[in-house]
């Protein structure tokens, strides 16, 4: 029996696709962090490089203006 591989459906930018993110909207920014409080990877959201680094951004507006935590 010959074993059988499927390739990973590649996640799509959610910000290419027109949701953006914004350092006010909590519940948004709190789903790019993980429970400790650290910024989640690009192959974990799926951004491309260039809004994974304004995500980055975003999140470190947020906890600079209190809105998140720095640690959990």
């Known amino acids: 029996m010959a074993a059988e591989f499927f390739r990973k459906k590649k996640k799509i930018c959610q910000m290419c696709a027109g949701k953006g993110v914004d350092y006010k909207d ?17 192959r974990m959201t799926g951004a491309c490089a260039k809004h994974q680094r304004y995500i980055a951004q975003q999140i470190k507006r947020a906890r600079f203006m209190a809105l998140i935590p720095f640690v959990k």
């Open 26 to 42: 909590v519940a948004i920014v709190s789903k790019y962090i993980n429970e400790k409080g650290k910024i989640m990877p690009r």
